[in-house]
């Protein structure tokens, strides 16, 4: 049976349909979140083109990345209890695929699967560590981000304010993003991948990718310094998207808003996503809560025929 002309491109009214899917699988909170926070960079990306194709109530994400020249696979998110339904869908991927098949961002948990239902193809495993989460007990998080030295010179030298984010100040997201990113990096928005027009999208589907943020105010300089994206799922809230000054204390304050206005008595985890490879990034991530973090690792997976 081919299906590969089947895919339909993915847009953002997918969303719920991929949340639906998501719930379905019966994995850990860390490993489903991917395809949360994951959902932008899917369909808002220029130089990436997503489709999806709904097969044995499996949902199966397909991604091409124009600027690395690369097709892959997201992990097939649903039922994983039927073994035999889990076999047969495994079976008509490889089956009906002429070329070498890729997966990115999974987790031991989901290879195992691969290891057991595709014993007649030659699979290749590779850690990715620059793609892999950093996961924080909320406890820990707020033991070690809250009540902070820093963070008390800050509210007395600014007097900071929290707004919601919203369409009349989605400007000033922009206008930090510019000042502390853009300018910084010398970019004229001309790069392959804008991290300003990324940001723009982002800000303008807020509601339909159930994502809340926050905005930070100097009463006292009347200046915006900082704001935070962030989503949640079942029992874990994830840092999406943040930028703020280089004022000792600012992201503290962040953090600390963040967890006060949109920590629920569900939310256990804190998700500050992936270092994408940055030494200066995983320098940060990990001493933020003095090493007190879990990675949460994610693996490539490609599949080829046996000769």
Request: aromatic share 16%; glycine share 2%; proline share 1%.
């Amino acid at each position: 049976m081919l299906f590969y002309d089947k895919f339909k491109k993915m847009s953002l009214e997918d969303r719920r349909l991929i949340s639906d899917y998501v719930q379905k699988t019966l994995f850990s909170t860390h490993s489903l979140i991917i395809t949360e926070w994951h959902l932008p960079d899917m369909i808002l990306l220029n130089n990436v083109e997503s489709s999806y194709v709904l097969l044995n109530d499996y949902l199966i994400i397909k991604t091409i990345d124009k600027s690395k020249k690369e097709t892959y696979f997201y992990p097939f998110f649903g039922d994983y209890s039927c073994e035999e339904r889990i076999s047969h869908t495994v079976s008509m991927l490889l089956e009906n695929y002429d070329e070498n098949l890729k997966f990115k961002f999974l987790t031991l948990e989901i290879i195992e699967y691969f290891i057991k239902f595709a014993s007649n193809y030659k699979i290749e495993v590779s850690f990715e560590r620059e793609e892999s989460d950093y996961i924080y007990d909320l406890y820990n998080f707020e033991k070690y981000t809250s009540k902070r030295k820093c963070t008390e010179i800050f509210v007395d030298k600014y007097k900071p304010s929290v707004e919601i984010i919203n369409e009349d100040n989605t400007g000033a997201c922009l206008d930090i993003q510019k000042k502390h990113w853009c300018d910084i990096k010398k970019c004229n928005g001309e790069c392959e991948y804008c991290a300003r027009d990324f940001l723009k999208k982002i800000l303008s589907n807020l509601k339909i990718l159930d994502f809340e943020g926050i905005l930070i105010k100097s009463n006292k300089t009347e200046e915006y310094m900082g704001f935070s994206i962030i989503s949640k799922n079942n029992d874990c809230l994830t840092f999406f998207e943040q930028k703020h000054t280089h004022v000792t204390g600012c992201n503290f304050y962040v953090f600390g808003s963040i967890l006060k206005m949109f920590c629920t008595e569900e939310i256990k985890y804190i998700n500050f996503t992936y270092d994408v490879g940055l030494k200066s990034l995983r320098f940060y991530k990990e001493k933020l809560c003095r090493k007190k973090y879990k990675l949460n690792n994610k693996y490539n997976v490609t599949i080829t025929k046996k000769t």
